[in-house]
């Protein structure tokens, strides 16, 4: 059975087999045993924390291969970005160039240097291993983010962000950063990448330049790229826009790909998902839902078959997936149509 769990230290091993195949751009997990180690704790402690209002929380889930034990995947949340390490974006802009007693009127692109995401959640972490790119496991594990943040929404933010990798080679060369390396920083994009993940951010503010950029100013093979996905972000972002995610012109400030928002309350799978009692017994039902307990720190979810009765507001759900789920007849899940 595949199940979805918050991360443990014994987690370790497979957290960082994951950083190391997520690869260059993939900046929330670095491949530094001290920094996933921290990230493993920070996360447990969240679990674990009472919490009345969205702060520092970060919470790491991962997807887990019960018939033999592998972790095979992990996502994560963010409940307020910015509060302790500033969160940069660039937002692309308009500025006119008009002479009316010339007959000149030019519109050109900028990108100004902000931090207007501050204090919003963000999903990110999204990683599923190629065995189990199947049976619907990514959008599973993406979605059961939303059905924690349902059942727990004094944890969040009224605003929820993804940042979505943008167009870096093999090497991880990014043709956006080529330009600013060579304009401002000195320094190569799986450099800036890692120090960035492993929380060294200061040279952004440091370096990055203070001023509106032109975008008509940047290589041509810098601004082809702007606001473009990595093509193996795709399906994420097509996931993301099935929820009702979209694109408010900010781009990450070293690959320029496009960050996506949405208002938490209306996000697609929190605005759909119920509350059902459950029923332990047998089902015939053929549609699959995705299923979560009511927990924080024992939090789990699943995909399963299971019969509802909208009218009384209860779920049958046979043994094992009670089980798995950690739940008794009586408790409550929360659900939504996968």
């Given at each position: 059975?595949?199940?979805?769990?918050?991360?443990?230290?014994?987690?370790?091993?497979?957290?960082?087999?994951?950083?190391?195949?997520?690869?260059?751009?993939?900046?929330?997990?670095?491949?530094?045993?001290?920094?996933l180690?921290?990230?493993?704790?920070h996360?447990?402690?969240?679990?674990?924390?009472?919490?009345?209002?969205?702060?520092?929380e970060?919470?790491?889930?991962v997807?887990?291969?019960?018939?033999?034990?592998k972790?095979?995947?992990?996502?994560?949340?963010?409940?307020?970005?910015?509060l302790?390490d500033?969160?940069?974006?660039?937002?692309?802009?308009?500025?006119?160039h008009?002479?009316?007693?010339?007959?000149?009127?030019?519109?050109?692109e900028?990108?100004?240097?902000?931090?207007?995401?501050?204090?919003?959640?963000?999903?990110?972490?999204?990683?599923?291993?190629?065995?189990?790119?199947?049976?619907?496991?990514?959008?599973f594990?993406?979605?059961?983010?939303f059905?924690?943040?349902a059942?727990?929404?004094?944890?969040?933010?009224?605003?929820?962000?993804?940042?979505?990798?943008?167009?870096?080679?093999?090497?991880?060369?990014?043709?956006?950063?080529?330009?600013?390396?060579?304009?401002?920083?000195?320094?190569?994009?799986?450099?800036?990448?890692?120090?960035?993940g492993?929380?060294?951010k200061?040279?952004?503010?440091?370096?990055?330049?203070?001023?509106?950029i032109?975008?008509?100013?940047?290589?041509?093979?810098?601004?082809?790229?702007?606001?473009?996905?990595?093509?193996?972000?795709?399906?994420?972002?097509?996931?993301?826009?099935?929820?009702?995610?979209?694109?408010?012109?900010y781009?990450?400030?070293?690959?320029?790909?496009?960050?996506?928002e949405?208002?938490?309350?209306?996000?697609?799978?929190?605005r759909?998902?119920?509350?059902?009692?459950?029923?332990?017994?047998?089902?015939?039902?053929?549609?699959?839902?995705?299923?979560?307990?009511?927990?924080?720190?024992?939090?789990?979810?699943?995909?399963?078959?299971?019969?509802?009765?909208?009218t009384?507001?209860q779920?049958?759900?046979?043994?094992?997936?009670?089980?798995a789920?950690?739940?008794?007849?009586?408790?409550?899940?929360?659900?939504v149509?996968?």
């Amino acid at each position: 059975m595949i199940i979805i769990r918050p991360i443990q230290a014994s987690d370790y091993d497979s957290l960082h087999r994951i950083a190391i195949e997520s690869g260059h751009g993939f900046t929330s997990l670095p491949v530094n045993e001290g920094l996933l180690k921290q990230r493993i704790a920070h996360s447990e402690v969240s679990f674990n924390k009472e919490v009345s209002h969205p702060s520092s929380e970060g919470y790491l889930f991962v997807m887990e291969d019960t018939d033999t034990g592998k972790v095979v995947g992990t996502s994560g949340i963010e409940a307020a970005v910015g509060l302790e390490d500033a969160f940069y974006h660039y937002h692309l802009g308009k500025v006119v160039h008009n002479s009316r007693e010339l007959g000149i009127y030019n519109t050109v692109e900028t990108l100004s240097l902000c931090n207007d995401y501050t204090g919003a959640s963000e999903i990110c972490t999204l990683f599923l291993g190629e065995s189990h790119r199947k049976n619907k496991n990514g959008r599973f594990l993406s979605r059961c983010r939303f059905l924690f943040m349902a059942e727990h929404q004094e944890r969040f933010a009224e605003t929820v962000i993804a940042e979505m990798r943008g167009i870096s080679d093999e090497e991880g060369r990014s043709p956006f950063w080529n330009w600013l390396e060579e304009h401002f920083f000195s320094m190569d994009f799986p450099t800036a990448d890692y120090l960035t993940g492993i929380g060294k951010k200061v040279f952004i503010a440091e370096l990055m330049p203070k001023h509106p950029i032109y975008v008509n100013l940047l290589s041509k093979d810098a601004q082809k790229v702007i606001n473009e996905v990595h093509p193996k972000t795709l399906p994420a972002l097509r996931l993301l826009e099935a929820e009702g995610f979209s694109r408010r012109g900010y781009v990450d400030i070293f690959d320029g790909g496009p960050t996506v928002e949405a208002q938490t309350a209306k996000v697609k799978t929190i605005r759909n998902s119920g509350k059902y009692q459950v029923i332990i017994g047998d089902t015939d039902d053929t549609v699959n839902f995705i299923i979560c307990n009511t927990k924080v720190a024992g939090f789990r979810a699943v995909q399963a078959k299971i019969s509802l009765r909208a009218t009384a507001e209860q779920v049958v759900i046979p043994s094992d997936i009670a089980e798995a789920l950690q739940v008794n007849e009586g408790d409550f899940v929360r659900l939504v149509r996968n």
